[in-house]
């Protein structure tokens, strides 16, 4: 069964503190994607990885970092959180870049106070 | 600018009726487009897809149409139950040609089927 697994369901942060997200998958996928989903707005693009140390800037990138050590591991960085950060973050991974179904993690929902 | 339009942030329906979900997209690239499912507190789920050189694509109860001239797909879910309320995204992605975009979202629209 395919899995994605992010490491915290629920944050609570306080502006300018440093925030990290982690998210693993087991399915031995190259690619990984951070989302983030507000309402009204659907999910917007972070950033995504098709290999390891590889990363590529989303839609919406400022504010945020990422890192790919391992083909399994992708992390979302919040290097000073903010109130306008507060949102669903949802990682993905597939195993086709642009035609492939995207298998989504149960999302952590973080609030920065 | 918003590449991938659902214009219905709810809608709802009978249980027993036909759900009817629309999509338009403006960038004609997109030549696969995808439905996701997501329940309150949980992840996305893959729905189903269609290719731009079909029309139709039919699994069980949920069929997509996709008119590429009108650059407009639709959801059919028939008949509607209960478990069928959610919010629905729909999603565009195009082969950039050894470049990486991902899959666009539409901002979902939120189904409800009354008893």
């Known amino acids: 069964d395919v899995k994605v697994t992010q490491s915290s369901r629920y944050l609570v942060k306080r502006t300018g503190e440093k925030v990290f997200l982690e998210c693993v998958q087991d399915m031995d996928h190259e690619n990984m994607f951070w989302y983030r989903q507000d309402p009204g707005l659907g999910l917007r693009l972070i950033y995504f990885?098709?290999?390891?140390?590889?990363?590529e800037k989303g839609d919406i990138p400022e504010g945020y970092s990422v890192s790919r050590e391992k083909k399994e591991r992708f992390s979302l960085i919040l290097e000073s959180a903010s109130t306008n950060q507060t949102s669903m973050y949802l990682c993905?991974?597939?195993?086709?870049?642009?035609?492939?179904?995207?298998?989504f993690g149960e999302g952590s929902r973080l609030t920065v106070l | 600018d918003q590449q991938v339009k659902q214009n219905s942030p709810s809608l709802s329906v009978q249980e027993g009726r036909i759900s009817i979900l629309n999509c338009d997209y403006t960038?004609?690239?997109?030549?696969?487009f995808l439905w996701y499912k997501k329940y309150p507190a949980e992840g996305p789920t893959f729905l189903i897809s269609i290719s731009s050189i079909k029309d139709k694509n039919e699994d069980g109860r949920f069929t997509v149409f996709l008119n590429k001239s009108a650059k407009h797909l639709s959801l059919h879910i028939v008949p509607s139950q209960p478990g069928d309320s959610a919010v629905y995204f729909c999603a565009a992605s195009w082969d950039s040609g050894g470049g990486a975009d991902g899959l666009t979202f539409g901002k979902g629209t939120h189904l409800i089927i009354q008893p």
């Open positions: 993905a991974s597939s195993l086709l870049i642009n035609t492939g179904e995207l298998f």
């Open positions: 960038n004609s690239m997109f030549d696969y």
């Open positions: 990885s098709y290999d390891v140390k590889m990363k």
